[in-house]
Nanobody, 123 residues
Framework: QLVESGGGLVQAGGSLRLSCAAS??????YAWFRQAPGKEREFVAG????????RYADSVKGRFTISRDSARNTVYLQMNSLKPEDTALYFC????????????????????WGQGTQVTVSS
């Protein structure tokens, strides 16, 4: 039900925009997680569908922006000033509940996961 796109290879300092299209329904909370080789899956950014609450990992604050398009039922992750350490498989996740700010970063609360899209940043 969640399909990611927009990943690719980019040089350090470049930008990419990831998209997450939800089919069949609209969820109340969306987020992006990422997993680099040999590392645990980590929270990147989250947003309530109402748009009133967003949260970012400290490592991406000021560089990444999460947003949603109601008409397209799609969530985006705009990634600017990319660094080699941003290289990972990025997953779109969603939940039917409107999660509070403190819960958004917890990967175990999300019921729906996409297949992931690879982002590779070269130095």
């Amino acid at each position: 039900q969640l399909v990611e796109s927009g990943g690719g290879l980019v040089q350090a300092g470049g930008s990419l925009r990831l998209s997450c299209a939800a089919s069949g329904r609209t969820f109340s909370t969306y987020a992006w997680f990422r997993q680099a080789p040999g590392k645990e899956r980590e929270f990147v950014a989250g947003v309530r569908w109402s748009g009133s609450t967003t949260r970012y990992a400290d490592s991406v604050k000021g560089r990444f922006t999460i947003s949603r398009d109601s008409a397209r039922n799609t969530v985006y992750l705009q990634m600017n000033s990319l660094k080699p350490e941003d290289t990972a498989l990025y997953f779109c996740v969603a939940d039917s509940r409107s999660l509070i700010w403190s819960t958004m970063s917890q990967r175990d609360v999300y019921d729906y996961w996409g297949q992931g899209t690879q982002v590779t940043v070269s130095s």
